[in-house]
């Protein structure tokens, strides 16, 4: 019942992690065909629709869910990493987003312990107010340097066809509308006196569902010759 | 808290937002539109070069059959003609020697020489030292220039490499054609794969150590497929082509198919052998008549 009213009253934030399933269930299919890169794609998605359910289940029962989305940034963040990881072809720019992921997670355990005076009053737990934001500037540079090598090598053939065009797509669609959000999660977050924003709230969740698709693109678009950075 | 007014939030986070989306499928659109064009360019660049490969490499096999028709031509005119002359010279020396001997003077002092049985055997030695070079020149012109091919066409050229080939080897060559089903095709068509089928021949014998070799020619789909089998110790193609030293010949061969648009694929029948299958679009039908015979006839321009 709690369930029903909860789909009921945040219908679009439900169908968000319903629709995790989408790109998960062609993850299944095409797991044979999938790279390095695209297997961290899977174990993201995987993961992303254990915490979006249990993060629902917490919901829908009125209880504070928001120490899982604070510990999910720092292993969102080392997945989508690892995947720019396996597909630069620059030794530098890997070292850099190496580096990069070693140095985010600390930061974001930082960011939690910062924004949260008390970690042990689980009720009244905040959002990391910078962790979010950092890890959104640094994913759209990395895309934008992925587009910028993809341009400059023409390492790939039809890109409309490369699969992690595709997620770099959803990627780019998810961050870039999220990293003005991000920084007010902190305020609309919260059991008492939270900032009211009515249907700006639902912003994230439809950023979420347009990049999800786009991550369904690349998957399905993923076959043996894709495995390669040559295709 | 209350230093937010959600009303001023809203509009600056949608505003960002907005601004951020389309950055953000501008640049999507903007790396799909770029690298779509800078590929296509790129096909272009690749289509230029292919044509100008093509072109050299065609030039490079008229210029080598030119060459050979300048040889045979030379052979078959100086070498030939010379030849003829010298066995004909011999032939009257030995009439003047043997048949006329009477006329000799007895008291000449190389009368006895001469009719001597050691410069008898030396003159039919030379004489027939003459013929078989005679022969093998007349071998090496045909082998230069398929005469057959110009004015008979594949079929007529293959059966007669076929007959040439038993007359020189021990093994057995087969050649399967239903000739009425083939057309004349151009003259370029005809010789690249009447080479092709040359190369493929030549090594089975050279490299394969086979007895049998079959030749079919057939007309299938719109297309003139060529197979050359053997039964001799099979290859691997991949590691041939990949190998720097080996592989020449089917380079060779792959060269060719390129100019005339074929294609070449290699298989292994059974356990020994192997198995080479061409396949050509039919050019436009080319009349069927025999050509006036003119065996070393020259292209233009082949002797500067």
């Excluded at chain 2, 380079?251 to 059974?270: A, H």
């Amino acid at each position: 019942m709690a369930y029903l009213t909860y789909i009921e009253r945040y219908p679009l934030a439900s169908f968000a992690v319903v629709f995790i399933l989408a790109p998960l269930l062609l993850g299944w299919i095409r797991y044979a065909h999938l790279g390095d890169a695209f297997r961290l794609l899977v174990v993201f998605l995987i993961l992303d629709l254990a915490v979006g359910l249990f993060m629902f289940h917490l919901a829908a029962h009125r209880a504070n869910n928001i120490l899982l989305l604070n510990l999910f940034v720092p292993i969102r963040f080392t997945l989508f990493g690892g995947m720019f990881y396996y597909n630069f072809r620059s030794a530098a720019i890997r070292r850099v987003i190496f580096y990069a992921i070693i140095a985010f997670v600390p930061f974001a355990l930082l960011d939690i312990y910062a924004s949260n005076r008390n970690l042990s009053d689980l009720h009244n737990h905040l959002v990391g107010r910078y962790s979010q934001v950092v890890e959104s500037a640094l994913i759209i540079l990395w895309v934008m340097l992925y587009f910028y090598e993809i341009i400059n090598t023409m390492k790939v053939g039809n890109i409309l066809t490369y699969p992690f065009f595709w997620v770099c797509a959803g990627l780019l669609i998810f961050y870039s509308g999220n990293i003005f959000y991000f920084p007010f999660w902190y305020y609309t977050n919260r059991w008492e006196n939270n900032l009211q924003l009515g249907w700006v709230e639902d912003i994230p969740y439809i950023v979420e569902i347009i990049s999800l698709s786009l991550f369904s693109i690349g998957i399905w678009l993923t076959r043996p010759q894709h495995d390669s950075i040559q295709s | 808290m209350t230093a937010f007014n959600p009303e001023q939030v809203r509009f600056a986070i949608l505003i960002a937002t907005s601004v951020m989306l389309m950055m953000a499928s501008f640049a999507i659109i903007f790396v799909i539109y770029y690298q779509q064009r800078r590929l296509e360019q790129e096909k272009k660049l690749r289509d230029v070069e292919k044509n100008y490969q093509k072109m050299l490499l065609e030039t490079a096999l008229h210029s080598e059959e030119s060459e050979r028709r300048r040889i045979a031509q030379d052979l078959h005119d100086d070498i030939g003609t010379m030849l003829s002359l010298t066995k004909l010279s011999l032939n009257q020396l030995v009439k003047l020697l043997y048949n006329d001997s009477p006329h000799l003077s007895a008291t000449s002092p190389d009368s006895s020489y001469l009719n001597s049985p050691r410069a008898e055997l030396t003159l039919n030695k030379a004489q027939s030292l003459v013929e078989e070079t005679i022969i093998h020149v007349r071998r090496i012109t045909r082998d230069l220039v398929p005469t057959t091919l110009d004015q008979f066409g594949l079929v007529a050229a293959i059966e007669e490499f076929i007959l040439r080939m038993g007359e020189s080897y021990a093994l057995s060559v087969q050649f399967h054609c239903d000739s009425d089903d083939i057309p004349r095709q151009s003259p370029r068509v005809e010789l690249a794969l009447y080479r092709i089928m040359q190369e493929l021949v030549n090594n089975a014998i050279k490299h394969a150590n086979c007895d049998e070799i079959v030749i079919t020619l057939h007309l299938a789909q719109g297309k003139i497929e060529l197979q050359v089998t053997d039964n001799g110790k099979g290859f691997d193609p991949a590691t041939v082509q990949t190998s720097d030293q080996a592989g020449l010949g089917l380079r060779n061969i792959e060269s060719r198919l390129s100019v005339i648009n074929g294609v070449v694929n290699y298989q292994k029948p059974g356990i020994r052998g192997s198995q080479a299958l061409i396949q050509i679009p039919v050019d436009p039908q080319r009349s069927t008549k025999p050509e006036p015979l003119h065996p070393f006839r020259r292209t233009t321009g082949i002797r500067g």
